[in-house]
């Protein structure tokens, strides 16, 4: 074998030598739409969807500064990350379906390395990072020693390695994954590592069980939750940490195993991101608002806010709209309660295209509802904005 320069500058031997040339010349990447192997696996199941999504999620909060958006099933990878000033982040997962503390799977490993360098030739090495996400505690095959030492995974939050921060029996590895996979691709497709980036790779441990029993399942998508409001210094009950975890369960992991979701594409914003958590934060309107509420219509404003919540929200133009309102109509940057409530009054009549509804009645006191919980809201609202670069 002959020595060629690698990604750090210094030598590396090449395990393809011979054929690197032809491979170059004549292979082109392997399409996206030819798996790596037939998917008889997690991957194919409505189990690894909702992995994936999870990870999509969790990883979007942990990159929200700059994120654009992450995309589930995109183009190149199973998960992208797409930010404003920066080349996108391609996450490829591997998950499990046995006890995630045992399991062991070094073919995971192998199978993420194939997709990783293919996607790294796809994209001419026009990447930030290259992840490798999997579900269960040693996906490295560590010794009990090291992986004692070194990989200590928790079930409410992601553990996130570098490549160069490895022990040099994890590199070994990942060395000889990356060698595996590279004979896989030879066989058809383009195998070379001239555009893997061995200092843009990562390895992910997001503990995740199978078992749709287990109350701790999404325990890792709460912790990492928690977190990202903990860091905006938002002191929130616990219950408002749990409702948005659900909220994100029951909107993009519930149906799952349907028809639509079976198409496996998800494209979320950050907008729409971070619009869904603040409407499960800014939960609650003025008590004396429901004494002015015509008896008998409390239970379909119930039911008009969750379709406005499960229609419109993702239209985050309805909530600059009501704050701007108040902010012509205020002539104060800190309005009263009372100058609050006349604005309501008066003016939420001009929201109606907003807001439609073959019941006027309870278009009219729906629409005032929803008003008085953004703007009771909005100094949440702007923390947010500001903390996630909105």
């Not at 030598?17 to 790596?36: F, L």
């Not at 691709?185 to 990562?202: G, H, N, P, R, V």
């Not at 749990?242 to 979701?261: C, P, R, T, W």
């Not at 008896?295 to 499960?310: K, N, R, T, V």
């Amino acid at each position: 074998m002959s020595k060629k320069k690698d990604v750090f500058g210094a030598n590396q031997l090449s395990l393809f030598e011979e054929d690197q040339g032809n491979i170059k010349n004549k292979k082109e990447p392997r399409p996206k739409n030819i798996p790596v192997t037939k998917k008889t696996d997690a991957s194919a199941s409505a189990f690894g969807w909702r992995f994936q999504v999870v990870v999509g999620i969790i990883l979007s909060l942990r990159n929200i500064q700059e994120l654009e958006s992450v995309e589930i099933e995109g183009d190149t990878e199973d998960i992208e990350l797409r930010f404003h000033d920066k080349d996108p982040e391609y996450i490829q997962f591997k998950a499990v379906q046995r006890n995630p503390v045992d399991a062991r799977d070094n073919e995971k490993a192998t199978l993420a390395m194939n997709t990783l360098i293919n996607t790294s030739n796809i994209t001419t090495g026009k990447y930030s990072k290259l992840v490798y996400v999997a579900n269960f505690r040693n996906p490295l095959d560590l010794s009990d020693p090291i992986l004692k030492a070194s990989w200590l995974p928790r079930m409410d939050e992601p553990f996130v390695r570098s490549y160069l921060s490895l022990p040099d029996e994890a590199k070994r590895f990942i060395q000889s994954r990356i060698a595996l996979a590279q004979g896989q691709l030879a066989k058809k497709y383009m195998s070379t590592t001239d555009y893997f980036d061995l200092a843009k790779l990562y390895i992910v441990t997001i503990m995740f069980e199978s078992n749709d029993q287990d109350e701790q399942k999404y325990s890792s998508l709460e912790g990492t939750i928690d977190n990202f409001l903990g860091g905006l210094k938002l002191n929130l009950k616990r219950s408002k940490v749990h409702n948005i975890k659900n909220m994100f369960v029951n909107k993009y992991l519930a149906d799952a195993g349907s028809k639509e979701s079976s198409k496996k594409h998800e494209k979320i914003t950050k907008e729409i991101l971070v619009w869904r958590m603040i409407f499960e934060i800014i939960d609650e309107v003025p008590n004396d608002f429901y004494d002015d509420v015509p008896a008998g219509i409390s239970d379909q404003l119930d039911i008009y806010e969750d379709d406005f919540i499960s229609q419109q929200i993702e239209d985050i133009d309805i909530i600059n709209k009501v704050i701007s309102g108040l902010d012509k109509y205020a002539k104060s940057p800190t309005p009263s309660n009372k100058v609050i409530k006349e604005f309501v009054e008066d003016k939420w009549a001009n929201y109606k295209e907003v807001f439609p509804d073959d019941n006027e009645l309870i278009q009219e006191y729906g629409i005032k509802m929803i008003i008085l919980r953004i703007l009771s809201g909005q100094i949440i609202i702007k923390r947010i904005k500001n903390g996630v670069n909105l």
